[in-house]
Structure formats: structure tokens, C-alpha cells
């Protein structure tokens, strides 16, 4: 299967640069080979479509059709591997969300 997967390793839609330079904040790190960067280029792009299809499912469970900061919040708080974004996306955006649609589920169910 790895023979078939054809991908043009030099064009990113992240830039390495950018990737090496976070890379180069932790002081342990002294030396980063050229394919390091290009890894985590592919998973950052890895993340970054996975959380996007988890908050796009909250969005359509909503009858969105526009994401919103709210449904990447809910998307991080259901997600266990998501929990070192709980820091910059706080759990109250998440929970206001979560108890506005239990209380249109309650009033749709009363009426």
C-alpha cells in the first residue's frame, strides 16, 4: 500500500519554516533533520481535518451549515485527544452550546 500513495512532499499548505521555527522554542531541541518539519506538517494537517470534521458534525446536529467558534469548542471538550486545548478554547463555550440545544430539545419536547 505505501508504494501506491504518491504525494509531493515539497509543496505544504503549512509552512516548514514556520513548523521548524516552533520546533526550535524548546530548548532541548539542537538539531532537526529536514524530514522532522515535513512530519509535522502532515500531522498538523492530519489534526486539523479530523477536528474539523468533529466540530462540522456538531454544526449539522444544529442544522448549521456555517462553522462557528462554539462547535470547535464541543468538538475539543468530546475529544480525549483534544485535551491540551482545553486552555485556549474554554469549556464554558462548549458547555453554552451543549446547554442551548438540551433546551430547545426540552421545549420541543414540551410543545
Not at 9 to 14: A, E, M, Q, V, Y
Amino acid at each position: 500500500m505505501a508504494e501506491n500513495f504518491d504525494s509531493d512532499f515539497k509543496n505544504h499548505p503549512l509552512p516548514l519554516a514556520r513548523i521548524k521555527k516552533v520546533m526550535k522554542t524548546d530548548q532541548d531541541v539542537k538539531m532537526i533533520s529536514a524530514e522532522a518539519p515535513i512530519l509535522f506538517a502532515k500531522g498538523c494537517e492530519i489534526f486539523i481535518a479530523e477536528l474539523t470534521r468533529r466540530a462540522w458534525v456538531h454544526a449539522e446536529e444544529n442544522k448549521r451549515r456555517t462553522l462557528q467558534r462554539s462547535d470547535i469548542a464541543t468538538a475539543i471538550s468530546k475529544t480525549d485527544m483534544c485535551d491540551f486545548l482545553i486552555d485556549i478554547v474554554p469549556r464554558e463555550e462548549a458547555a453554552k452550546t451543549t446547554d442551548a440545544v438540551r433546551d430547545f430539545i426540552i421545549i420541543n419536547i414540551i410543545y
